[in-house]
Protein backbone atom coordinates (compact mmCIF):
# COMPACT_ATOMS: atom_id res chain seq x y z
CA UNK A 1 0.00 0.00 0.00
CA UNK A 2 1.03 3.65 -0.02
CA UNK A 3 3.66 4.82 2.28
CA UNK A 4 5.17 8.07 3.14
CA UNK A 5 8.45 8.19 5.10
CA UNK A 6 10.19 11.01 7.29
CA UNK A 7 13.44 11.22 9.50
CA UNK A 8 12.31 11.20 13.05
CA UNK A 9 14.11 13.34 14.76
CA UNK A 10 15.91 17.44 13.41
CA UNK A 11 17.78 19.78 15.90
CA UNK A 12 18.52 23.14 14.65
CA UNK A 13 19.77 26.58 16.10
CA UNK A 14 17.26 29.51 16.37
CA UNK A 15 17.89 31.83 13.69
CA UNK A 16 18.56 29.06 11.48
CA UNK A 17 16.97 27.35 8.72
CA UNK A 18 15.23 23.54 9.23
CA UNK A 19 15.12 21.11 6.26
CA UNK A 20 12.62 18.31 7.24
CA UNK A 21 12.24 15.81 3.88
CA UNK A 22 9.54 13.22 2.99
CA UNK A 23 9.23 10.75 0.44
CA UNK A 24 6.16 9.00 -0.56
CA UNK A 25 5.22 6.04 -2.76
CA UNK A 26 1.78 6.71 -4.15
CA UNK A 27 2.41 7.91 -7.89
CA UNK A 28 -1.47 9.17 -8.23
CA UNK A 29 -0.64 11.18 -5.00
CA UNK A 30 -2.77 14.48 -5.89
CA UNK A 31 -2.03 16.73 -2.93
CA UNK A 32 0.84 16.20 -0.57
CA UNK A 33 0.61 18.53 2.91
CA UNK A 34 2.22 19.66 5.79
CA UNK A 35 0.56 19.66 9.37
CA UNK A 36 1.90 20.79 12.51
CA UNK A 37 1.94 19.77 15.68
CA UNK A 38 2.72 21.31 18.63
CA UNK A 39 2.80 19.15 22.76
CA UNK A 40 -0.67 17.89 23.37
CA UNK A 41 -2.35 19.37 20.48
CA UNK A 42 -4.05 18.24 17.12
CA UNK A 43 -2.48 18.29 14.01
CA UNK A 44 -2.73 22.12 11.85
CA UNK A 45 -2.44 22.40 8.92
CA UNK A 46 0.43 24.09 7.98
CA UNK A 47 0.55 24.23 3.93
CA UNK A 48 -0.17 22.03 0.61
CA UNK A 49 0.88 21.56 -2.88
CA UNK A 50 -1.11 20.16 -5.61
CA UNK A 51 0.51 17.73 -7.72
CA UNK A 52 1.50 19.38 -10.79
CA UNK A 53 3.62 22.24 -8.87
CA UNK A 54 7.31 22.27 -8.16
CA UNK A 55 7.38 25.27 -5.04
CA UNK A 56 4.81 26.50 -3.26
CA UNK A 57 6.23 29.79 -0.85
CA UNK A 58 4.18 31.42 2.27
CA UNK A 59 5.82 33.18 4.54
CA UNK A 60 8.53 31.64 5.94
CA UNK A 61 7.94 28.58 4.62
CA UNK A 62 8.91 27.01 1.44
CA UNK A 63 7.55 23.44 -0.11
CA UNK A 64 9.24 21.82 -2.49
CA UNK A 65 8.35 19.07 -4.88
CA UNK A 66 9.76 16.47 -6.84
CA UNK A 67 7.65 14.22 -8.39
CA UNK A 68 9.68 12.22 -10.22
CA UNK A 69 11.68 11.29 -6.81
CA UNK A 70 8.79 11.67 -5.02
CA UNK A 71 10.14 13.73 -2.57
CA UNK A 72 8.11 16.79 -0.75
CA UNK A 73 10.73 19.09 1.70
CA UNK A 74 9.19 21.83 4.19
CA UNK A 75 11.85 24.44 4.68
CA UNK A 76 11.40 26.99 7.83
CA UNK A 77 13.35 30.22 7.19
CA UNK A 78 14.54 31.99 10.55
CA UNK A 79 13.48 28.82 12.57
CA UNK A 80 12.42 30.18 16.28
CA UNK A 81 11.57 28.26 19.09
CA UNK A 82 7.81 28.18 18.33
CA UNK A 83 8.48 26.28 15.27
CA UNK A 84 9.77 23.37 17.58
CA UNK A 85 6.96 20.74 16.89
CA UNK A 86 6.28 17.58 15.29
CA UNK A 87 5.49 17.90 11.56
CA UNK A 88 3.94 15.77 9.43
CA UNK A 89 4.10 14.62 6.21
CA UNK A 90 0.54 13.36 4.23
CA UNK A 91 -0.42 12.66 0.93
CA UNK A 92 -3.70 12.04 -0.86
CA UNK A 93 -5.07 10.89 -4.19
CA UNK A 94 -8.81 11.05 -5.35
CA UNK A 95 -11.14 8.76 -3.70
CA UNK A 96 -8.07 7.46 -1.15
CA UNK A 97 -7.19 8.15 2.50
CA UNK A 98 -5.25 10.48 3.74
CA UNK A 99 -1.72 8.81 4.70
CA UNK A 100 0.25 10.18 7.12
CA UNK A 101 4.22 9.79 7.77
CA UNK A 102 5.44 9.12 11.12
CA UNK A 103 6.33 12.88 11.72
CA UNK A 104 9.78 14.27 12.11
CA UNK A 105 10.17 15.72 15.79
CA UNK A 106 12.06 19.56 15.22
CA UNK A 107 13.94 20.72 18.22
CA UNK A 108 15.11 24.29 18.12
CA UNK A 109 18.06 25.14 20.33
CA UNK A 110 18.56 28.81 21.78
CA UNK B 1 -16.48 29.40 14.00
CA UNK B 2 -15.88 26.81 16.82
CA UNK B 3 -12.71 24.32 15.88
CA UNK B 4 -13.34 20.09 16.06
CA UNK B 5 -14.31 19.55 19.66
CA UNK B 6 -13.43 15.87 21.28
CA UNK B 7 -14.23 14.67 24.36
CA UNK B 8 -13.19 13.60 27.05
CA UNK B 9 -9.61 15.01 26.74
CA UNK B 10 -8.54 12.20 29.12
CA UNK B 11 -9.06 8.47 29.55
CA UNK B 12 -7.55 5.85 31.73
CA UNK B 13 -9.52 2.44 31.51
CA UNK B 14 -8.10 -0.82 32.46
CA UNK B 15 -7.90 -3.97 30.10
CA UNK B 16 -11.61 -5.63 28.89
CA UNK B 17 -13.33 -2.42 29.41
CA UNK B 18 -14.41 -0.69 26.94
CA UNK B 19 -14.73 3.25 25.44
CA UNK B 20 -16.42 5.44 24.06
CA UNK B 21 -15.18 8.77 22.28
CA UNK B 22 -16.65 11.97 21.35
CA UNK B 23 -16.34 14.28 18.01
CA UNK B 24 -18.32 17.67 17.28
CA UNK B 25 -17.06 18.63 14.26
CA UNK B 26 -17.03 22.24 12.69
CA UNK B 27 -19.87 23.50 12.03
CA UNK B 28 -21.10 22.77 8.35
CA UNK B 29 -18.57 19.59 8.30
CA UNK B 30 -20.10 16.53 7.16
CA UNK B 31 -17.16 14.24 7.10
CA UNK B 32 -15.36 13.06 10.24
CA UNK B 33 -12.36 10.56 10.56
CA UNK B 34 -10.66 9.18 13.29
CA UNK B 35 -6.97 8.21 13.53
CA UNK B 36 -4.87 6.87 16.13
CA UNK B 37 -1.34 8.15 17.32
CA UNK B 38 1.09 6.65 18.79
CA UNK B 39 4.77 7.47 19.47
CA UNK B 40 5.98 4.39 17.40
CA UNK B 41 3.37 4.33 14.24
CA UNK B 42 2.71 7.76 13.70
CA UNK B 43 -0.70 8.53 12.42
CA UNK B 44 -2.85 5.15 11.39
CA UNK B 45 -6.02 5.53 9.70
CA UNK B 46 -9.22 4.11 11.57
CA UNK B 47 -12.22 5.10 9.63
CA UNK B 48 -13.99 7.88 8.20
CA UNK B 49 -17.89 8.74 8.71
CA UNK B 50 -19.99 10.97 6.22
CA UNK B 51 -23.55 12.09 6.14
CA UNK B 52 -24.22 8.97 8.64
CA UNK B 53 -22.45 6.37 6.20
CA UNK B 54 -18.93 4.60 6.81
CA UNK B 55 -17.00 5.92 3.68
CA UNK B 56 -14.28 4.02 4.66
CA UNK B 57 -12.39 1.87 7.32
CA UNK B 58 -8.84 1.45 8.06
CA UNK B 59 -6.80 -1.89 8.97
CA UNK B 60 -7.94 -2.55 12.47
CA UNK B 61 -9.80 -5.08 14.13
CA UNK B 62 -13.30 -5.31 15.04
CA UNK B 63 -13.45 -4.03 18.21
CA UNK B 64 -12.81 -0.33 17.10
CA UNK B 65 -16.20 0.99 15.92
CA UNK B 66 -17.90 3.83 15.02
CA UNK B 67 -20.99 5.74 14.06
CA UNK B 68 -22.26 9.24 13.10
CA UNK B 69 -25.07 11.27 13.94
CA UNK B 70 -27.58 13.22 12.20
CA UNK B 71 -25.65 16.36 13.37
CA UNK B 72 -22.62 15.24 11.74
CA UNK B 73 -21.81 14.56 15.70
CA UNK B 74 -19.26 11.33 15.58
CA UNK B 75 -18.57 8.59 18.28
CA UNK B 76 -15.57 5.87 18.54
CA UNK B 77 -16.05 2.44 20.88
CA UNK B 78 -13.43 0.19 21.22
CA UNK B 79 -14.54 -2.76 23.31
CA UNK B 80 -12.48 -5.31 25.44
CA UNK B 81 -9.63 -2.64 25.81
CA UNK B 82 -6.24 -4.20 25.34
CA UNK B 83 -3.00 -2.59 26.64
CA UNK B 84 -1.76 -1.87 23.09
CA UNK B 85 -4.84 0.40 22.97
CA UNK B 86 -3.15 2.99 25.09
CA UNK B 87 -2.92 6.34 22.17
CA UNK B 88 -4.02 9.74 21.61
CA UNK B 89 -7.10 9.42 19.52
CA UNK B 90 -7.76 11.76 16.32
CA UNK B 91 -10.93 13.15 15.14
CA UNK B 92 -10.78 15.49 12.15
CA UNK B 93 -13.11 17.00 9.93
CA UNK B 94 -13.83 18.29 6.54
CA UNK B 95 -16.07 20.36 4.25
CA UNK B 96 -17.43 18.86 1.41
CA UNK B 97 -14.36 17.84 -1.20
CA UNK B 98 -13.63 21.36 -2.73
CA UNK B 99 -12.09 20.30 -6.50
CA UNK B 100 -8.77 22.29 -7.03
CA UNK B 101 -8.32 23.69 -3.64
CA UNK B 102 -7.44 20.53 -2.59
CA UNK B 103 -8.93 18.61 0.74
CA UNK B 104 -7.86 19.86 4.29
CA UNK B 105 -8.50 18.08 7.02
CA UNK B 106 -8.79 19.86 10.21
CA UNK B 107 -8.23 18.27 13.80
CA UNK B 108 -8.98 18.22 17.46
CA UNK B 109 -6.62 18.17 20.07
CA UNK B 110 -7.52 14.40 20.73
CA UNK B 111 -8.34 12.33 23.32
CA UNK B 112 -4.96 10.17 25.08
CA UNK B 113 -6.77 7.18 26.81
CA UNK B 114 -4.30 5.09 28.73
CA UNK B 115 -5.39 1.68 29.51
CA UNK B 116 -3.88 -0.09 32.44
Known amino acids: GEDVEQSLFLSVREGDSSVINCTYT??????LYWYKQEPGAGLQLLTY?????DMKQDQRLTVLLNKKDKHLSLRIADTQTGDSAIYFC??????????FGPGTRLSVLP | KAGVTQTPRYLIKTRGQQVTLSCSPI?????VSWYQQTPGQGLQFLFE???????NKGNFPGRFSGRQFSNSRSEMNVSTLELGDSALYLC???????????????FGSGTQLSVL
Open chain 2, 92 to 106: ASKPQFTGDVGEKLF
Open chain 1, 26 to 31: DSSSTY
Open chain 1, 49 to 53: IFSNM
Open chain 1, 90 to 99: AEKSYGQNFV
Open chain 2, 27 to 31: SGHRS
Open chain 2, 49 to 55: YFSETQR
